[in-house]
């Protein structure tokens, strides 16, 4: 076992180096072939290594492997030296561009309209605004179970709520470091997340507050992308990433503790099963796909899964199946298989992969791969050449939540992804015209003063 989990380890490094080699060629991390692969060297190698002890397939690693290098391989069609180029003369316009008055209004309509649509919602649900503020876990807890036994109220309050929260975060990344102020900056990350935070609390729905960080670090990377600084992380960043990560831990321990943890009295108990909870949400996928996946060509598995014949897509668009009238129905979770591993690892999460694979087999979804690189790769290219690009923008900040989410399933599931990006899309096309006809250009004196703020947000 320890040969199969080193060499799992060794196959995990190398998506890494494949990264690696990208950014020495392209001269930046902050390229899709490059966060694509350090969010698999992540999603990989962190729960391999921490979880040394639980057994598994080394191919289904280098399977993983093989896919993103195929995504890798879908740049090098294109000429990066004269996109780079291009994209340099943009830095005097980033400011003016994503830190208007009409980026905010419509930051601050989403952030207060998905807020009001979380307590609608929540009406809907039989949950009283008094029970939300005054009997928080045990209504978290009556959401929890109607999510899953498939009982709760569909209601157009609950898409919204969820749309508006991307789209406000989305466009917090954008005015984040437009904002002269630490106070100012402060607020725009408050309010940023404060519907997906608000859900993860009162609806144990963590996923849609880690799709948030994922848009908002999207929306920030596309204003440093503009200004010309094609750096992931600024220096000096440890001590605010330290303080938010020790936030985000406290909010998703309070979502796991609404499962039913909050009337116990054994402490121990609690502890071990929330270790159990943050063992299984954050590394239980890659576990569970090697198990499948050894199943799935032959090889010794753990447990027995269902077969399926081929579904040509339907596992990784699911929303345009149903928009084109199919009928099949998914148990919450996506999958009824449950992969568990002693009391440590509980998980029915098995990575975008085996959705591809049932929707286009093995060699389908290398593919798969290969098509989605090259497509991605072609609208970063526009992004970069063009001035003010509009519809590339929006394909980049969503390819980060295409990326975050593929350690679970396919993003392109869902409903909301395609609503919110259609209307970020529309938000962007507006704010392009708007700057064309100088309605809401910034006085000189502003532009000096958010230039300031922006060479200091950006020093790197």
């Known amino acids: 076992m320890a040969f199969d989990k080193c060499l799992a380890l060794v196959f995990s490094l190398m998506i890494l180096g494949q990264a690696y080699l990208v950014r020495r060629y392209v001269g930046t991390w902050l390229f899709p072939a490059c966060l694509f692969g350090l969010f698999w060297f992540a999603y990989t190698f ?30 090098v069609p294109f000429h990066w030296k004269t996109a780079f180029a291009k994209n340099a ?98 607020l725009i990350v408050v309010l940023s997340f404060l519907p997906s935070i608000t859900a993860t609390i009162t609806q144990s729905n963590k ?51 609404s499962r039913g943890l909050y009337g116990l009295d054994d402490t121990a108990f609690v502890i071990n099963k929330l270790m159990a909870y943050f063992s299984s949400y954050s590394f239980g996928h890659i576990y569970a796909f090697s198990d499948w996946f050894a199943f799935i060509v032959g090889g010794h598995s753990e447990f027995t899964y269902t077969h399926e014949s081929s579904t040509y897509g339907f596992y990784t668009f699911t929303a345009l199946f149903r928009l084109m009238g199919s009928h099949k129905t998914l148990p919450p979770g996506t999958f009824d298989d449950y992969y568990s591993y002693g009391y440590s690892l509980t998980t029915n999460i098995y990575t975008i992969f085996r959705g591809l694979i049932l929707d286009f087999g093995c060699i389908g979804c290398v593919l798969f791969m290969l098509v989605t ?53 529309i938000v962007l096309r507006i704010n392009k015209l708007i700057m064309q006809t100088g309605g809401l250009r910034l006085v000189p004196s502003e532009l000096r003063t958010r230039a300031a703020t922006r060479s200091r947000f950006l020093r790197a």
């Open 207 to 257: 996923g849609i507050l880690f799709l948030c960080i994922a848009f908002f670090y999207g929306g920030l990377l596309v204003y440093r992308a503009s200004a010309g600084t094609l750096r992931l992380f600024e220096r000096g960043s440890i001590k605010s990433l330290t303080l938010y990560m020790a936030i985000l831990i406290v909010v998703v321990a309070i979502s796991f503790i």
């Open 89 to 186: 003369g943009k830095n005097e316009t980033a400011a003016s561009v994503y830190g208007n008055t009409f980026l905010k209004a419509v930051f601050y309509l989403s952030t207060l309209s998905s807020l009001v649509f979380l307590i609608l919602n929540s009406f809907a649900q039989g949950i009283s605004l008094h029970d939300l503020a005054f009997n928080l876990y045990a209504s978290a807890a009556t959401y929890t179970a109607m999510r899953s036994s498939d009982t709760i109220n569909i209601n157009i309050f609950g898409q919204l709520s969820i749309v508006c929260a991307y789209l406000g975060v989305i466009l917090g990344g954008f005015l984040l470091p437009c904002m002269p102020t630490k106070a100012g900056r402060r």
């Open 373 to 425: 690189g090259f497509l991605l790769h072609l609208t970063f290219h526009t992004m970069l050449r063009n001035r003010r690009p509009v519809f590339t923008i929006a394909v980049f900040v969503f390819m980060m939540g295409y990326f975050y989410s593929s350690f679970m399933i396919s993003v392109l599931m869902w409903n909301s992804f395609y609503v919110t990006f259609v209307l970020l899309w």
């Open 46 to 75: 962190f729960p391999l290594a921490a979880l040394f002890r639980v057994p598994v397939q080394p191919y289904a690693i280098a399977f993983i492997f093989l896919c993103t290098v195929a995504f890798s391989m879908g740049s």
